[in-house]
């Protein structure tokens, strides 16, 4: 049962499209070879890896079809057994379920997200619901719970191992959550729900699509002043690639964020800041209020159904926080703090146009522009003096480094020996240092395309499990870099760097995951965010700086001088990104912590926004009608401040380390590994960061680290310590 659950939590086919049906083309005698290497055993080296140069977007629903009937008989087999229930022919026989699936959704899962052409996205709108429908039959089948309830009911005279023992309760409490004691009526209104619901999400995500795929187009030069000019030459390429005179700005936070931040042109900025911010909400084709308010209606049914008394509380059962009011609580404790600071920035840039004459007040599309001029002239340090020293192949070789020097991995680059799916793609084989046993495979997709979706994120095409003897994990990241024009190198901003470690980070928790049972691999949404973030903070150590951080022209590495400038500023602008953030987190635990299914996002959203007081001079990071988080899936619903209680627990683990007074402390790291990196989901998430740390993450931490006053020792620890309520 893990593993198969486990892919309908990771919803490879919720992200999509509402057009019309390829599919039901007829299947040439190819494609049916095609599906076949999709869905069999991997061939090549490394335990198999995915045959990409070999198939096509029409050999899929075969395959996917060839997966569902293998596993329909899987469990079919386990149902009829007539035998009494046990661990092994129950839980552990659906533990081995599903490999064919498995392969054929780590393969269409890339296809969704990162090579989503019309067809791709055709084919996503007919399975969505089909896949949907499919899951919940099988996982609701009442033969199955019975079998599994049984073991569940017996599992204290069963002589089982704590692992054993905490399988056979999640996928009971799993089952149940799910809906597996409901009435037959109540199960089918439950699978037509859930089935609406993936075409919804599939049709959100083809609007948003369609309006990232918009571009704005510079015939005059002059109106692209102060960008640097690797990023105009940039945009130059795309409007080649496009057959465009001129200039190319796609709608997406890669070419928003440098021209916001750079731009001398106040409209360029205002038109690139509107044509941003307003995707999915134009009163147009592409408008997605209305999807969203679908999506809403019917979380709110589905929840009531299940027996909770919100999407929140529905969401939030199965994670450390556990109730809406202990993320509440912690998302607060934070907010007055972040607000309080934008105001005091807002004051400096505003004191910075005065002064300048610019006869402007600061709206959301000046913030970053002049932040910038803030950090001149409180550091003297500006962005574009950092970016030469940030080569991504560079940053990629630090990233790498470090990973060896805290878990003892090796990455050596081999692209070409294995397919890929594009030819952007770059691979590397990953290898323990001191046995010189191979880890895995990591595949690296830089670059932004159309047909990818925006964002930075992970993905395993194979995970670590010793019960069906997977050992090479299969991991990758994916980024939306601006590629460089053809001979230059692709220079990223700290910011893009920060992105880079934090991704792989998520890749390192995978690579060093070492469980028996796939079912005990997944950890909470409000812990996914955790290793991926405390990854970051190895970016800035003088040892990767020092090493890696050199001039893409000179091969000077980056002056200590500068450095210190960075340093100095550490918790410059951080009244901005927290409100960014922390907005959008509030605004979807407020949305989803209701009974009353909101009708109008866009009016919620700005309701609720002046209730907490949002400065008017930002804007959340994700405005609702754009909120892939919340409505490309359930994924991060309800969730979306998990990266906040994920910081929390970093920036206290980070201090443990600098505690150490070596922020390399190996003493530190292999308690970090051992307890929480390698450990899965085997115990509860809150009792293994104890057993780490020796006491619950003290919030403190994060707001020293970014820059605001801190709490009192009583109330630091109130969050965390919610996450052990019933």
Do not use: C
Not at 356 to 362: D, F, S, T, V, W
């Amino acid at each position: 049962m893990g593993k198969t659950i486990l892919l309908m939590a990771a919803s490879a086919f919720a992200i999509g499209g509402a057009v019309p049906a390829l599919a039901q083309q007829p299947a040439a005698v190819a494609t049916d070879a095609q599906a076949k290497l999709i869905y069999q055993d991997w061939t090549g080296p490394y335990e198999g890896v995915p045959p990409w140069d070999q198939v096509s977007t029409a050999a899929f629903p075969m395959a996917i079809q060839a997966a569902m009937d293998e596993l329909k008989a899987q469990y079919e087999v386990i149902a009829t057994d007539t035998s009494e229930p046990t661990f092994q022919n129950t839980n552990l026989a659906l533990e081995m379920s599903g490999d064919r699936m498995n392969r054929v959704f780590s393969m269409w899962g890339v296809y969704t997200s990162n090579l989503a052409d019309k067809q791709v996205r055709a084919m996503q709108a007919e399975w969505a619901p089909k896949i949907s429908k499919f899951y919940n039959e099988l996982t609701l089948d009442p033969r199955i719970l019975k079998r599994i309830k049984s073991v569940y009911d017996r599992r204290e005279t069963l002589g089982l191992n704590a692992q054993q023992m905490r399988l056979v309760e999640r996928d009971y409490d799993g089952l149940v959550r799910g809906g597996a004691l409901l009435d037959d009526a109540a199960k089918a209104q439950l699978i037509t729900i859930n089935g609406e619901l993936a075409g919804l999400y599939s049709t959100f995500n083809e609007k948003l699509q369609a309006d990232e795929e918009k571009y704005l187009v510079v015939t005059d030069q002059a109106e692209l002043a102060g960008l640097p000019d690797s990023f105009v030459a940039s945009l130059k390429s795309a409007a080649e690639e496009r057959k465009v005179d001129g200039w190319v700005l796609v709608n997406t936070r890669s070419v928003m964020q440098p021209v916001l931040e750079n731009a001398t042109d106040r409209a360029l900025r205002e038109k690139v800041y509107r044509s941003y911010v307003m995707r999915g909400d134009n009163n147009d084709a592409n408008d997605t209020n209305a999807t969203i308010a679908q999506i809403l209606k019917l979380r709110q049914q589905r929840a009531e159904l299940l027996g909770f008394k919100t999407h929140a509380h529905l969401r939030m059962d199965d994670t450390m926080a556990k109730d809406p009011a202990a993320a509440m609580d912690l998302m607060m404790k934070v907010w007055p703090a972040a607000v309080a600071r934008v105001n005091q920035e807002v004051a400096d840039m505003q004191a910075v146009a005065d002064s300048e004459g610019a006869g402007l007040k600061i709206e959301p599309w000046d913030y970053r522009f002049y932040s910038e001029k803030v950090r001149k002239a409180k550091y003297d340090l500006d962005q574009n003096e950092i970016k030469p020293y940030f080569q991504l192949t560079k940053m990629i070789d630090g990233m790498f480094d470090a990973a060896g020097k805290l878990y003892d991995l090796e990455f050596k680059e081999n692209t070409g020996e294995v397919p890929v799916f594009h030819p952007d793609i770059t691979t590397y084989v990953v290898t323990n240092k001191l046995t010189g046993e191979n880890v895995g495979l990591f595949y690296m997709d830089a670059y932004a395309r159309t047909g990818k979706r925006s964002g930075a994120w992970a993905t395993s095409y194979r995970a670590q499990q010793r019960l069906g003897g997977d050992r090479n994990v299969l991991a990758s990241n994916n980024n939306n870099f601006v590629k460089p024009a053809p001979g230059e190198p692709a220079l990223i901003s700290l910011d893009d760097a920060s992105t880079l470690f934090h991704e792989f980070g998520h890749a390192l928790h995978s690579l060093l995951t070492d469980i028996e049972y796939p079912g005990l691999r997944g950890t909470p949404r409000d812990f996914v965010e955790y290793p991926s973030q405390v990854n970051e903070n190895w970016l800035l150590t003088p040892y990767i700086l020092e090493n890696y951080a050199t001039h893409y022209k000179t091969g000077e590495p980056i002056p200590a001088e500068l450095v210190k400038k960075i340093n100095a500023s550490e918790t410059f602008n951080q009244g901005f990104s927290t409100v960014e953030y922390l907005s959008s987190a509030i605004v979807d635990m407020k949305l989803h912590n209701r009974t009353d299914p909101v009708t109008d996002p866009r009016a919620f959203e700005k309701a609720t926004l002046a209730e907490i007081g949002m400065p008017s001079e930002l804007v959340m990071r994700h405005r609702l009608p754009q909120f892939g988080h919340l409505f490309s899936s359930d994924s991060y619903s309800a969730g979306y401040y998990s990266y906040l209680w994920s910081e929390t627990m970093d920036a206290d683990t980070w201090a443990a380390f600098e505690e150490s007074g070596d922020v390399w402390n190996r003493e530190i790291a292999d308690k970090f590994r051992k307890t929480l990196l390698s450990t899965g989901n085997e115990t509860e998430r809150v009792e293994a960061y104890r057993a780490f740390r020796g006491r619950d993450p003290d919030v403190n931490a994060l707001l020293k680290r970014r820059g605001f006053p801190t709490t009192t020792a009583a109330a630091a620890t109130a969050a965390p310590v919610a996450a052990d309520r019933d």
